[in-house]
Each structure stands twice: as structure tokens, then as C-alpha cells.
């Protein structure tokens, strides 16, 4: 677990851009039930979240289409949350950051860790503005 004070400018990257954060396993499985598409960012501490994933989902929400719902779960934070989003995102196994989109609760578009660390944000984007025109 890390320190609240630690991650809470982490968490505010996303919250102060419209995401919702989801701290139980309830709050994960209620928000993938919604219709529609939901963006769900699993975020970290590490350094691929800072430099990569998180400017790189900001950055595709300037796109014409984007997901109808955005949440997110914090790895090595908000276990329960975290471990049911994973169940969502299977047969991807479990890396954060990772980002995945969901449509009327089916996984259509995932994006490993292994597709952010070491990729520009604005690869990312670009990525992800793909999938919300096709999803979207």
C-alpha cells in the first residue's frame, strides 16, 4: 500500500479530467454493468504512468468520439477494486498500468503495460482515439 499523500496527485491527473475513481469491488462491477463505453485506466506509481499512460488518456479525450463512462482503479492502492478490474481485462494478464475499453460491459480494447513503457503519450492517444472511433 502506498501512502495516501503519495498518490493523491497521481489519482488527481485523471479525476480532475472527469474520471470517477472506484475503490471496491462493487464500484468496479457496478460501473461495467453500465451501458455504453467505459474507459477504465488502472494506475500506478511507476514512472510509465506518469510519463506515458496518464498524458497519453488526456490527450485522446480530445478526440470527436470518446468513452461515455471513465474510471479508474489505483494498483498497489485499492486492491479489491483493482483485482476485479483485472478479472474484467482477462485473458490480458494484470500489468499497471494498463487502460481498457469496455462496451456494454465486454472488453473491445485493451492496452498492456507492455504497449505504454518505453511508447511516447502520443502514441498512446493515438492508440486509444482508434479504438473510441471504432467503439465509440
Known amino acids: 500500500m502506498y501512502p495516501a ?3 493523491k496527485p497521481m489519482r488527481e491527473e485523471l479525476t480532475n479530467i472527469g474520471f470517477d475513481e472506484l475503490f471496491t469491488s462493487e464500484d468496479v462491477t457496478n460501473a461495467l454493468a453500465k451501458s455504453g463505453t467505459t474507459l477504465v485506466v488502472v494506475n500506478s506509481v511507476c514512472g510509465c504512468a506518469a510519463a506515458n499512460a496518464r498524458p497519453g488518456v488526456f490527450h485522446s479525450l480530445q478526440n470527436e468520439k470518446t468513452p461515455e463512462n471513465l474510471v479508474t482503479v489505483f494498483a498497489g492502492v485499492d486492491a479489491d477494486a483493482t483485482n476485479t ?5 482477462v485473458p490480458f ?3 499497471s498500468p494498463s487502460i481498457a475499453l469496455f462496451k456494454d460491459g465486454e472488453l473491445v480494447h485493451m492496452v498492456e503495460r507492455h504497449h505504454i513503457e518505453g511508447r511516447p503519450a502520443a502514441m498512446i492517444s493515438e492508440n486509444l482515439k ?3 472511433n471504432d467503439h465509440c
Open 5 to 7: 499523500e503519495l498518490v
Open 85 to 89: 478490474a483485472r478479472d474484467m481485462m
Open 93 to 95: 494478464p494484470p500489468s
Open 130 to 132: 482508434a479504438a473510441y
